[in-house]
């Protein structure tokens, strides 16, 4: 029997090294979960709108995965809160999916029913609130965050006003950000203007409901959510407007005493979302990504956009 070299013997033993890390390689790639893809983001409202309105009660992607847990960049879930006449499906396949793809523990809810079919936020508006406040409660429980972030749309950035001011909210939110929000309502010719480019929504108008009234400027609800100050001390307020906006009106009615107010136009010339637009528009969507993590803020996009489309 020959004797090996010590040459040989290293030659083997370099061998056997690579194959053991080969086969160990190969079998953490077997059992490692794959890379998670981005959810898609449609920055496009009549997309959205065809969609959800047919599927009212499905969650947009990203939101209401309530196994998901607040990661230290991250530890407020946020929950976003739609407009009137919509619905979590029709408002937030943009900024679902985009605050999910940026590390967020995502969630939306439905409120407002007051008659049947897709479209919502028409009850009482202190009644939505409450429907807030108990969906808040949820998802702190689920979550074991101590605070919630807000993000909503029309009525939607108004309603949890009155959530924090008279339901305890106060305590539980850490930021509300408003895209053209309602908060000092608007005249009878913004919702008359809502209602024609919402397919059905006209008939659902005339038929009334008693959220159209509290968003009436001048409203005793308004006047009551008012009293005293439009913010509450420990809450951060952002409230991003449009001059193009044809349902708030005037548009400045969506500003806040006490609050960070930005016009979407601002630097930006170019840009024509208004009211509808703006939940799918990438300049707004960054500006609230911005809102809700100042640390990670960038400067947003100025891009071309078309009315009632968003981009």
Same mark, same amino acid.
């Given at each position: ?85 919509? +619905? ?21 809810? +439905? ?178 990504? +911005? ?21």
């Amino acid at each position: 029997m020959g004797i090996s070299s010590p040459a040989a013997r290293l030659r083997r033993g370099s061998i056997g090294a690579v194959c053991a890390a080969v086969v160990v390689l190969l079998f953490a790639a077997l059992v490692a979960p794959a890379a998670r893809a981005d959810l898609p983001v449609v920055y496009n409202f009549p997309t959205a709108l065809a969609i959800g309105t047919f599927a009212p009660n499905d969650d947009p992607p990203g939101a209401n995965d309530y196994g998901c847990r607040p990661s230290a960049a991250h530890p407020r879930p946020v929950v976003l809160v739609h407009g009137t006449v919509e +619905n979590k499906n029709v408002n937030w396949r943009a900024l679902s999916p985009l605050l999910k793809n940026n590390g967020y523990c995502v969630f939306a809810l +439905n409120y407002g029913a007051w008659l049947p079919g897709p479209y919502l936020g028409l009850g009482p508006i202190p009644d939505s609130a409450r429907q807030l406040s108990t969906f808040v409660d949820g998802v702190l429980a689920a979550t074991g965050a101590r605070e919630v972030d807000v993000v909503g749309h029309s009525q939607g950035g108004m309603m949890p006003r009155w959530y924090i001011k008279f339901l305890g909210g106060a305590a539980k939110v850490h930021t509300l950000v408003g895209l053209t929000p309602s908060n000092h309502g608007t005249t009878l010719l913004g919702l008359s203007t809502l209602a024609r480019f919402i397919p059905g929504a006209s008939a659902v108008l005339r038929a009334g409901g008693p959220a159209l009234e509290d968003q009436r400027q001048g409203s005793t609800f308004n006047r009551t959510l008012d009293a005293g100050g439009d913010t509450i001390a420990g809450v951060n307020y952002t409230v991003i407007a449009s001059i193009y906006d044809e349902v708030v009106t005037p548009y400045t009615n969506g500003f806040l005493s006490g609050a960070t107010n930005i016009t979407l136009q601002s630097g930006c010339i170019i840009n024509f979302t208004e009211h509808l637009g703006v939940a799918y528009d990438r300049r707004a969507l960054r500006l609230t990504l +911005n809102a809700l993590d100042p640390a990670t803020a960038r400067t947003p996009p100025c891009v071309p956009t078309i009315p009632g489309v968003g981009g």
